[in-house]
């Protein structure tokens, strides 16, 4: 995946917000939390790192082409980072995508999801 297609699937969900921090990293948040976080390297390939279930972390850490989230997951969080498409290709992670959002967005406080439109009233 390219760094504008990730951007363009990153910003079609649900009140998600764009910032580069960190060195150059383009970093999506949704209601200020981060979902997902990708860096391009010098010879122009993204990884991508992005939260999900304890049981998707488990399925795709061993992976090839993927890894435990550097820094993140070594605090405990479930955080993946794809460098590859070896393992999981561009549709596949944008579904990873979708659900690091909802995962993200769960979390949240009611109040926060429902001025959002994220909670239903």
């Not at 910003?11 to 998600?16: N, T």
């Amino acid at each position: 995946m390219q760094i504008e297609k990730y951007n363009a699937v990153c910003g079609a969900l649900p009140h998600a917000t764009h910032v580069v921090q960190w060195g150059g990293a383009h970093v999506w948040k949704v209601g200020g939390k981060v979902f997902a976080i990708g860096s391009q390297a010098g010879d122009g390939t993204l990884a991508v790192s992005f939260k999900c279930s304890e049981i998707a972390f488990d399925a795709l850490r061993e992976q090839p082409g993927l890894r435990p989230a550097p820094y993140l997951a070594s605090r405990g969080m479930k955080w993946i980072q794809r460098q590859s498409g070896e393992t999981m290709g561009d549709d596949a992670l944008a579904e990873y995508l979708a659900e690091s959002h909802r995962i993200v967005a769960s979390g949240l406080t009611r109040r926060l999801r429902r001025e959002l439109g994220l909670d239903p009233v």
